[in-house]
């Protein structure tokens, strides 16, 4: 059987593009919602028509990332599911997740979503220290954070994530402690923490070249990550990947045990649409900016608003496979030396399962000591991978990365490129 297609889609718009973000995000251009949102229906038309059956069976995730997607209207939101409906098979049970500033959306945009469709919400919430917020340029303050919460439980959602960031210039483990505990308040279902990247070509990145913003400790930046690991798992939540938490379901209320794309850890609240990104499985991207990878090809669309919206009304370039649609400007044909490499940066990120040997083999037909004896041996040797009997892959050896791989992943990755 064919794995699973998710669904990506790129909302790039703003009411504030914040001064550390690198995504594919404007600010001041709502004015184009309403025609977006059009060219996005007839991009998720067209690439339906062009899908080959024997590449596809059914839609277990969509994700709306952004930008800020709950811009849209609940009208926009709910257009835009209804022709992913009409177009692609849609599991009963699909997780289908919002991302959401906290300072802009509203109970009516709530209620509005739930009835869309939509079961998930992931708030960026940050911080919930004021002044780490003012530094972030963030439109919201906790207390904005607790009353978008309520409204949510109060619309339905039972599944929210709340994203955070640590190792913020001039932050103290004590500013991120308080943090964290705040957010445990709240009792969400997930969190997502991620460390700051001064990423080039934002103002961030060019501040701190100019010796304007402070460059987080990196070794402070690991005493935040090694307290969350411990206080997160104390506190009722499973570390599945390297900077996401899920929280425990009551029993019985796990995925679809038979389904090996979410056999991990059935019993939580895991983000399944992220997990078909680390399990190297097929998902397709739309709209201005978005990445996929199906059939073989990973893509990305063309990153203009204005530039996407022409595309896709006009339909003049010459389209000749799945899964490119006319607003596609890079593609590349994997080659299995790509796939493999994809593959293990991609699973090692999951901290509890890591990389399998049975299905290390059943994807690329030689096993894992096969094609990489020197570096597994040597990452082992090193105390960053461990070998592990896999609870989910049945009687096979696992590879993960251990508590100090954890720290140190980019360097335990770089050992598969190339």
């Known amino acids: 059987m064919n794995p699973d297609t998710s669904l990506y889609l790129h909302i790039p718009f703003c009411a504030h593009r914040c001064a ?54 609940g009208t926009q939101i709910d257009s835009v599911m209804s022709a992913l409906s009409s177009a692609f ?47 972030l340029e963030r439109s919201h303050d906790f207390f904005t954070v607790i009353e978008a919460v309520s409204a949510a439980r109060k619309a339905g959602f ?42 080039h070509g934002t103002p961030f990145g060019r501040w701190s070249q100019r010796g304007l913003l402070p460059i987080p400790d990196p070794d402070l930046a690991a005493d935040m990550y090694e307290w969350t690991m411990d206080y997160l798992q104390q506190s009722g939540y499973e570390q599945y990947e390297i900077s996401n938490w899920a929280k425990q379901k009551a029993k019985g209320g796990g995925q679809k045990a038979d389904d090996s794309a979410f056999r991990l850890l059935p019993s939580a609240f895991v983000c399944r649409h992220n997990l078909q990104y680390w399990r190297s499985l097929p998902y397709l991207g739309l709209g201005a900016g978005a ?19 022409e595309r896709l009304t006009n339909y003049q370039l010459p389209i000749t496979h799945y899964p490119l649609t006319p607003a596609t ?29 049975s299905d290390f083999r059943s994807r690329f037909g030689a096993g894992l000591l096969d094609v990489f004896p020197k570096e597994i041996e040597e990452l082992v040797n090193a105390g960053l991978l461990e070998r592990k009997t896999s609870e989910v892959f049945e009687t096979s050896e696992v590879y993960r990365l251990t508590r100090r791989g954890r720290l140190l992943g980019n360097q335990v990755f770089l050992r598969f490129v190339g």
């Open 20 to 73: 550390y973000c690198d995504f594919n995000t404007y600010a001041g251009q709502e004015s184009l919602i309403p025609a977006y949102v059009d060219a996005l229906i007839k991009e998720i038309n067209w690439i339906s028509n062009q899908l080959p059956i024997t590449n596809y069976q059914s839609t277990q995730t969509i994700f709306f990332g952004g930008g800020t997607p709950s811009l849209l209207s």
């Open 89 to 135: 098979s849609v599991s009963p049970d699909a997780e289908i997740t919002i991302e959401a500033n906290p300072g802009t959306i509203s109970p009516a945009k709530f209620d509005a979503i739930r009835k869309a469709g939509v079961n998930r919400i992931s708030f960026g919430v940050q911080s919930t220290i004021t002044e780490e917020l003012r530094m």
């Open 158 to 199: 039972n599944n929210l994530n709340l994203d955070l960031i640590y190792a913020l210039p001039q932050q103290t483990l004590q500013s991120w402690q308080t943090t964290v505990k705040r957010i445990l308040d709240l009792q969400p279902e997930h969190i997502s923490a991620y460390a700051l990247t001064l990423e």
């Open 291 to 309: 990445h996929g990878y199906a059939n073989g090809y990973r893509y990305s669309n063309v990153l203009r608003i204005k530039t996407y919206i």
């Open 329 to 357: 400007v890079n593609q590349h044909k994997q080659s299995r030396k790509d796939d493999i490499s994809d593959y293990m940066i991609n699973n090692l990120r999951l901290v509890q399962t890591g990389v399998a040997d």
